[in-house]
């Protein structure tokens, strides 16, 4: 009797979905990210859930706002 789905190649969309610790390999869900800032171009490392707002070192720009989970990077900051 063959199982409906094979459980040693799942598709990397199921595995995306799963929990951290429950993948077929553990994971995990963050990153780290360079972020160019739009002002004077100096490059920043910026985690992907960061809890606290990150500013440019050259000019003190803002490059991401935390939200409840993933950091917001970008020009839709206001």
Avoid: W
Avoid at 20 to 26: H, I, Y
Avoid at 32 to 53: E, L, N, R
Wanted: net charge positive.
């Amino acid at each position: 009797m063959p199982l409906a789905k094979d459980l040693l190649h799942p598709s990397a969309e199921e595995e995306k979905r799963k929990h951290k610790k429950k993948r077929l390999v553990q994971s995990p869900n963050s990153y780290f990210m360079d972020v160019k800032c739009p002002g004077c171009y100096k490059i920043t490392t910026v985690f992907s859930h960061a809890q606290t707002v990150v500013l440019c070192v050259g000019c003190s720009t803002v490059l991401c706002q935390p939200t409840g989970g993933k950091a917001r990077v970008g020009e839709l900051i206001t």
